[in-house]
């Protein structure tokens, strides 16, 4: 018999259980460039936050008595879903190192219209004419998050740092797309808890494997100071808080109604950014990501209205 379920939290909390979870996800990012500016390499930041959720994840599906037996053909998918998490990851981690977070934020956060045309590239179905609409907003408000405008009609370079800042952050939301595609079309039929758990350890063991063989160097260099190990602890409790709270939260939260509460992250990456790093955009790019997060909303409400939510790992 299938188990009923369970009692849904009433909105005001579900509300605000999704804005503190927004802002603990966004807070990570901000401790994450604190470390990197310390010197902490982008791969101890990962191996550290994937290590300390792996140990929280196994010890619930533990104690839930969960099976870790995938349906057949299940296991090269759930693999590729591993590597491409891990890879948006240090996409995302690599451009918070370069340039201001809350852009990196902003610009990694386009995945829904990737993952839009992703399904429609597949098969799924064509955008409609809303969709395509709210898509040109967004890309509309990442001109002016980019501040393409006033860049182009500046006499200063752009610098090697900015272009591939925003060039990993774009490559993060290509990667993520991917990712939340696998999850919809070919593991759906796998629980949650096991997905996330197989998820989290395939990206803590790569990241480990690509930090010792020196495939990326100073991946895993430590911060020079207390104040880097600080932000490591910090990052590393503020994204498994979040983390697992979501993940044990969600058939309570009325996701469909409620998901796009969560894009309050870069909003709240913006203001910790300008309190914590001192990094403010100009009215221009502010502005736009106002723009860029409406967009997002609208365009992940009506999504999220038809199809299954997934919890979100970066």
Known sequence: MTPPAPALFPRPIAVLI????????AGNHVAARVAF?????????????????????????????????????????????????????????????????????????????LLALLTWALGGPRPTARTALLMGLILAGLV??????????????????????????????FVFAGALWITDH?????????????????????????????????????????????????LMVLYGTAFIVLFMSVPRLDMPRNAPVMNIEPLATLLMGWIVLDQLLSVGQMIGGVIVVTGIVLLTYRKSARAPVKVKVT
């Open 18 to 25: 999704l804005l503190c979870m927004g802002c603990a996800f």
């Open 186 to 234: 070919k593991l759906s039929q796998v629980r949650g808890s096991v997905r996330s758990l197989l998820t989290i350890f395939i990206v803590f063991s790569s990241v480990n494997l690509a930090g010792l063989s020196g495939a990326l160097p100073g991946g895993l260099n430590p911060p020079a100071t207390a104040t880097g190990w600080l932000a490591l602890a910090t």
């Open 37 to 113: 500016d310390d010197g902490a390499g982008v791969l101890l930041a990962i191996v550290l936050r994937s290590g300390g959720t792996l140990l929280v994840l196994a010890g619930l599906v533990l104690w839930q008595r969960q099976s870790l037996r995938l349906p057949r053909g299940a296991w090269r998918w759930q693999v590729l879903l591993g590597l491409l998490i891990a890879a948006q990851s240090l996409c995302l981690y690599s451009a918070v190192a370069r340039v201001p977070v809350a852009l990196a934020l902003l610009v990694a956060n386009v995945f829904p219209i």
């Open 144 to 173: 002016f998050v980019l501040d393409v405008p006033g860049r182009l009609s500046s006499d200063t370079s752009l610098g090697p740092q900015w272009l591939i800042g925003v060039s990993l952050a774009l490559c993060a939301a």
